[in-house]
Nanobody, 122 residues
Framework: QVQLVESGGKLVQPGGSLTLSCAASGRTESSLTLAWFRQAPGKERKFVALMTWPGFIFYEPSVKGRFTISRDNAKNTAYLQMNDLNPDDTAIYYC????????????????WGQGTQVTVSS
């Protein structure tokens, strides 16, 4: 089992920046793909970005250039640096993990955090 805990969500003004963290614990010795998803009110959960254990990175096109995913394997922690935020980025952001692979579908991830709310508003 892998436990994930997100943190860092808050209210931010348009154009602002925010960094989310995802701390993993439990059976993290195997290679994990860590991903971020987000879910706006009344909408489906959507892929944002992922990073594999060796360091392959993939972004959803609408966030590429604004968001940066990174991870500190020694700390078992993933990060999502978000810049130039706009109201469309308002959502609950979830961290997810899977042992290996590159997947954008939330249905293929085995472990999830509880989510952290990001609100972009003036």
């Amino acid at each position: 089992q892998v436990q994930l805990v997100e943190s860092g969500g808050k209210l931010v003004q348009p154009g602002g920046s925010l960094t989310l963290s995802c701390a993993a614990s439990g059976r993290t010795e195997s290679s994990l793909t860590l991903a971020w998803f987000r879910q706006a009110p009344g909408k489906e959960r959507k892929f944002v970005a992922l990073m594999t254990w060796p360091g392959f990175i993939f972004y959803e096109p609408s966030v590429k250039g604004r968001f940066t995913i990174s991870r500190d394997n020694a700390k078992n922690t993933a990060y999502l640096q978000m810049n130039d935020l706009n109201p469309d980025d308002t959502a609950i952001y979830y961290c997810a993990a899977k042992r290996g692979g590159i997947f954008q579908s939330p249905n293929l991830y085995d472990y999830w955090g509880q989510g952290t709310q990001v609100t972009v508003s003036s």
